[in-house]
Nanobody, 123 residues
Framework: QVQLVESGGGRVQAGGSLRLSCAAS????????FGWFRQTPGKEREFVAS????????YYAESVKGRVTISRDNAKNTVYLQMNSLKPEDTAVYYC????????????????WGQGTQVTVSS
């Protein structure tokens, strides 16, 4: 059973930074691509960023491009999301997920999800 545990969320003022972490269980971490999504109440979960197993293929949502960096440390079985220049509209619960198949920006392409970590950006 794969477990994903996010951490690093919190409250920050607009313009600030946060680094989210996603620790994954299992011995085949470096064989999988991972993604980050976010969700606010009443809205669908939306794609933020993804990184392939090789780290060569990276995608970002237009809304975060230039402010967010996804990375991974295979030795630590951890995926990161560095978020800078945060805006109030970045406020959401952030989820990491392990990719299965299909388009990287679709929630249906991922088969394992973490419990989420809350990010709140105040103006």
């Amino acid at each position: 059973q794969v477990q994903l545990v996010e951490s690093g969320g919190g409250r920050v003022q607009a313009g600030g930074s946060l680094r989210l972490s996603c620790a994954a269980s299992g011995s085949t971490f470096n064989s999988y691509s991972f993604g980050w999504f976010r969700q606010t109440p009443g809205k669908e979960r939306e794609f933020v960023a993804s990184m392939s197993a090789s780290s060569r293929t990276i995608y970002y949502a237009e809304s975060v491009k230039g402010r967010v960096t996804i990375s991974r440390d295979n030795a630590k079985n951890t995926v990161y999301l560095q978020m800078n220049s945060l805006k109030p509209e970045d406020t959401a619960v952030y989820y990491c997920a392990r990719y299965m198949t299909g388009g990287y920006s679709y929630t249906s392409s991922y088969n394992y999800w973490g419990q989420g970590t809350q990010v709140t950006v105040s103006s």
